[in-house]
């Protein structure tokens, strides 16, 4: 058994107070800003100070609860009307953050449908209010044990699944940790299990061009919590499987899981797949349940977010020199630049699908998963 170290908190919150650590300066810096309102909490989603499917869903519902309860100590709201208005319109700004993480939206129904049902007996605003800034603080305590669960449920199933349960290596891919949620994390979650039992071996992790959240956020994790860890580029991977055989999961998580169980995740996954495939080693998503959305049939409904092209022909960090922020071009000026910031990867690609709520595979002899049937038990 290993004693982990203390787990990143990257949201720090407070009822009236919440701060975010801003990921863009990682791993040079830690820079907590304090979020005061829903266009400090939007601004911070779509800049990536915050991100991760499931953080995003928490920042943005945590940003309205301290808007709202400074707008009600002022005493802007004089109708319950005003309080179920200004939340309706709060949360249509905030979904325009980010379109492809669906735990932003599960998470805006799910709040306007509290304030909505608490306002139909409500006799003042403070009773909408409180409703409101209640079920968002709960959304942060629930998140951090759903992710615990997610952590226990990956780490049985790939032990369970392996031919060397005591010496398992993992390759992840993106940022899937304390950074990414509100605590403990998806499939870095499972990664922290496997540790904490003492069967994982060894970790490895890929730079996550061309933004790089596994280089400077991933590592960073790794790091702090002395889990023994390589990085790797992005184009190293089937390499990596070749030459080390111990290497028997790869763990990623989802931003969006279609009904049949194709797969939104951060640009890279897919090839991922093609090659645990080719390779015979298990593909597992993490992912809680709100990254499930069974109106989307399949991966080709899903809208790719595209990322500007600066974050592909530039590079920013610290000079080795002075320690000084810099960013530097690397390619040539006026190239057409593609950034998709996701792609797709199709079900049958997929070995299962980690949630809260337990491991979804397929049934003998199928290609898809029934996501329907797994959420409807």
């Known amino acids: 058994m290993h004693t982990a170290t203390k787990t990143l908190e990257a949201i720090q919150y407070t009822r009236g107070d919440l701060r975010i650590l801003n990921q863009l300066v990682l791993p040079h810096e830690t820079i907590f800003e304090t979020v005061l309102n829903i266009q400090n909490g939007h601004s911070a989603i779509k800049t990536m100070k915050t991100r991760g499917a499931p ?35 709060s949360l249509e700004y905030l979904k325009t953050s980010r379109p492809t993480a669906v735990n932003l939206f599960d998470a805006a129904a799910k709040l306007l449908t509290v304030v909505q049902d608490s306002a139909k007996g409500a006799k003042e605003p403070a009773d909408v209010v409180y409703a409101y800034i209640e079920a968002a603080e709960k959304m942060l305590v629930d998140d951090v044990q759903d992710n615990k669960n997610i952590g226990k449920f990956g780490a049985d199933y790939i032990t369970n699944n392996v031919k060397d349960k005591d010496n398992i290596c993992v390759l992840t891919h993106c940022n899937t940790g304390s950074l990414a949620t509100a605590g403990w994390g998806t499939a870095l979650g499972i990664i922290r299990d496997l540790h904490a039992s003492g069967n994982l071996k060894h970790a490895y992790c890929t730079e996550t061009r061309p933004y790089n959240q596994g280089s400077r956020l991933t590592a960073y994790e790794l790091v702090y919590e002395n889990i023994p860890a390589t990085l790797i580029c992005d184009n190293m991977a089937s390499a990596l499987l070749k030459q080390n055989p111990q290497v028997q999961a790869i763990v990623v998580g989802a931003d969006r899981v279609a009904a049949n169980g194709d797969t939104a995740n951060k640009i890279g996954t897919y090839q991922l797949a093609i090659t645990a495939k080719y390779h015979g080693i298990l593909f597992i998503v993490a992912a809680p349940s709100t990254s499930i959305d069974l109106n989307t049939k399949s991966g080709a409904d899903i809208v790719i977010e595209q990322r500007p092209a600066e974050e592909l022909v530039t590079v920013s960090g610290v000079r080795v020199q002075d ?12 190239i057409g630049v593609w950034n998709p910031s996701f792609d797709v990867t199709p079900s049958e690609l997929i070995s299962a699908i980690v949630t809260e709520k337990g491991v979804v595979v397929k049934k003998d002899g199928e290609t898809q998963f029934d996501m329907a049937a797994f959420l409807s038990k």
Do not use: C, M, W, Y
Not at 71 to 87: A, S
Not at 323 to 334: F, K, L, V
């Open 55 to 89: 953080a995003i869903a928490i920042v943005a519902a945590l940003s309205l609860a301290v808007d709202i309860n400074t707008r009600f100590e002022k005493g802007e709201f004089t109708t319950v009307d005003q309080v179920v208005q200004f939340v309706q319109e």
């Open 323 to 334: 320690n000084e922020p810099t960013s530097i071009r690397t390619a040539a000026e006026h």
